[in-house]
T-cell receptor
């Protein structure tokens, strides 16, 4: 596997379910991100981890709980979600601090539907 | 707070030039980016420009930056059907981990 992978690619869940999204990066980066992509809205940054430490929580509801056990893995634990949480959830990684461009590498996303 | 705005849709004919526009509010932006998202895929970096530059050209892509007006544009010359995608403008400020993205502009190329 290369780049950034995300599983599952599609997820349908009820409002009372608990599920987790997984992201793995094979690029040796130190920063990882969760974004929410909804139609007609800006790509919304949710969480940032740098060297496994959370450096940004963009006022995300507590029903979304991130976990970063190491620099290569990032999880998003979901519980008691609402239908308006249905969206594409994108994971990304980058290597902060290098000179030059600061490209973010994105995974393909998990399409989440909350019934 | 910081904001990045883009129009939602653009439609062009194959072979024409496409111009996708973006405005941003953070005057301390260090880098400005254009990302492309094809159906079923994540975002992929197309090109970027450092904030002290006015223009950057990369094959069919031309990026123009008007720092005074906080306006960024991406011109795609000789647009092809394979260019149909969503194009995101983003800004990043040195010393932060926050990339601020726009809504994305869905480009449709008509054959």
């Amino acid at each position: 596997e290369t780049g950034v992978t995300q599983t599952p690619r599609h997820l349908v869940m009820g409002m009372t379910n608990k599920k987790s999204l997984k992201c793995e990066q094979h690029l040796g980066h130190n920063a990882m991100y969760w974004y929410k992509q909804s139609a007609k809205k800006p790509l919304e940054l949710m969480f940032v981890y740098n060297f496994k430490e959370q450096t940004e929580n963009n006022s995300v509801p507590s029903r979304f709980s991130p976990e970063c056990p190491n620099s290569s893995h990032l999880f998003l634990h979901l519980h008691t979600l609402q239908p308006e949480d249905s969206a594409l959830y994108l994971c990304a990684s980058s290597q902060p601090g290098l000179a030059g461009d600061y490209e973010q590498f994105f995974g393909p996303g998990t399409r989440l539907t909350v019934l | 707070g910081e904001d990045v705005e883009q129009s939602l849709f653009l439609s062009v004919r194959e072979g024409d030039s496409s111009v996708i526009n973006c405005t941003y509010t953070d005057s301390s932006s260090t880098y400005l980016y254009w990302y492309k998202q094809e159906p079923g895929a994540g975002l992929q970096l197309l090109t970027y420009i450092f904030s002290n530059m006015d223009m950057k050209q990369d094959q069919r892509l031309t990026v123009l930056l008007n720092k005074k007006d906080k306006h960024l544009s991406l011109r795609i010359a000789d647009t092809q059907t394979g260019d149909s995608a969503i194009y995101f403008c983003a800004e990043w400020t040195s010393g932060t981990y926050k990339y601020i993205f726009g809504t994305g502009t869905r480009l449709k190329v008509l054959a």
